[in-house]
């Protein structure tokens, strides 16, 4: 394996999203309203994502020629990690890898028609585990030739968004290949979506039955569905791998802010070094995730990722998820008894970091894997 420099830094216009990212979040995004959308149907405030549209997030990594600015998938980093660090949730993710999807497998057609409408603020969302297990290569869900149109048979877990969703990516065997398809919301049979309940509850996510469901022929992307399956899952993770940096951050500042201000024994209690010591180590923790994800970003383009951008993809996800589940631990238990009770922030952080050790494979998923590119 060709083997690159550590190179980290933020371009101009990578500084500029980081900049107006940071405020926007902070202003849409306080714990109040975290709280607020806890229970609600969507999990998330469609007016606050009618203005991420309009900001052109949605279209940093969509070309030009589609209503993007083509700053490349790299440029969603700053803007995921402070969404992160403000628990914003938003189908932000699952919406850009499948315009990141429709570029990477240069279906022009299903590009013009599908791509602007996505920069516009339509929701998309990936339909690819059929488990729970990231690590699962074969795909049970089948698309059989029906009179000209596509006919589906099979299901799909963790389809984040679903219930909002208007253009679902399924992966499916076709002809005994593996083949990307575009299903839109109006295709599927009532009651085929099924909500799932996640220990973070800021997100959403359901079980989808695309049983029954029929599609044109051209609703198959071209290219090798593989290599842009194996792409979606390594940019996937560096995307949360960014979010969790930006939680672990957050969660580090809700923890130093007790420590400074809960007295014990007539004694501040981040004046004792055993507390000290951990936080020390979050925050080492939290400064590595960062380093390796905006490593991260300078090498993934829209080219194939080789095997320099998957071991650094794999690295940051391992790295955040852990500093994330590390630093959420850490916040609850020294914020004391109160640390467990529902009222208190710090269980919002660890249900976080339950949720995403998993999504995107977990840490012991991706080092498995880094073995293997790294000692070969």
Not at 70 to 76: D, I, K, N, V
Not at 118 to 147: F, H, K, M, P, Y
Not at 258 to 286: A, N, W
Request: with cysteine; aromatic share 6%; proline share 2%.
């Amino acid at each position: 394996m060709k083997k690159s420099n550590m190179a980290i830094g933020l371009s101009e216009e990578q500084g500029m999203l980081l900049d107006t990212a940071r405020e926007f979040c902070r202003d849409r995004s306080a714990i109040p309203a975290v709280r607020a959308l806890l229970q609600s149907e969507s999990g998330f405030d469609a007016q606050v994502w009618q203005e991420i549209a309009e900001l052109g997030w949605l279209g940093v990594a969509v070309g030009e020629a589609h209503g993007g600015s083509g700053l490349g998938m790299g440029s969603a980093i700053p803007i995921v990690e402070c969404m992160g660090k403000r628990l914003l949730s938003t189908p932000y993710i699952t919406t850009v890898l499948v315009a990141e999807a429709l570029q990477r497998a240069q279906s022009h057609a299903l590009c013009e028609r599908h791509l602007p409408a996505i920069v516009g603020g339509q929701i998309a969302t990936l339909a690819l585990l059929e488990s729970g297990d990231w690590g699962e290569d074969t795909i049970e869900l089948t698309a059989t030739d029906a009179g000209g149109d596509l006919q589906l048979a099979g299901s799909k877990t963790q389809v984040a968004y679903a219930v909002q969703a208007e253009l679902f990516l399924v992966s499916a065997t076709y002809q005994n290949e593996a083949r990307l398809l575009l299903v839109p919301a109006s295709a599927l049979g009532e009651g085929a979506v099924r909500r799932q309940t996640n220990i973070d509850e800021t997100r959403r996510s359901s079980r989808v039955d695309f049983t029954g469901a029929t599609v044109s022929s051209d609703s198959l992307l071209s290219g090798d569905a593989t290599a842009i399956i194996r792409d979606l899952r390594l940019l996937g993770a560096l995307l949360y791998a960014a979010e969790a940096a930006g939680s672990t951050a957050a969660c580090m500042d809700l923890t130093v802010d007790y420590l400074k201000t809960r007295k014990q024994f007539g004694h501040l209690i981040g004046s004792y070094q055993s507390l000290k010591h951990p936080m020390v180590e979050v925050l080492c923790d939290m400064d590595n995730a960062r380093s390796f994800v905006y490593h991260a970003a300078t090498l993934v383009s829209e080219a194939s990722l080789d095997e320099d951008a998957e071991s650094a993809c794999r690295m940051a996800k391992a790295q955040a998820s852990e500093a994330l589940k590390f630093a959420a631990d850490r916040a609850v238990q020294f914020h004391g008894g109160m640390g467990f009770t529902y009222e208190c922030d710090a269980q919002l952080y660890i249900r976080r970091a339950q949720w995403s050790q998993q999504v995107f494979g977990d840490a012991y998923h991706h080092r498995k894997r880094l073995a293997s590119l790294l000692l070969d």
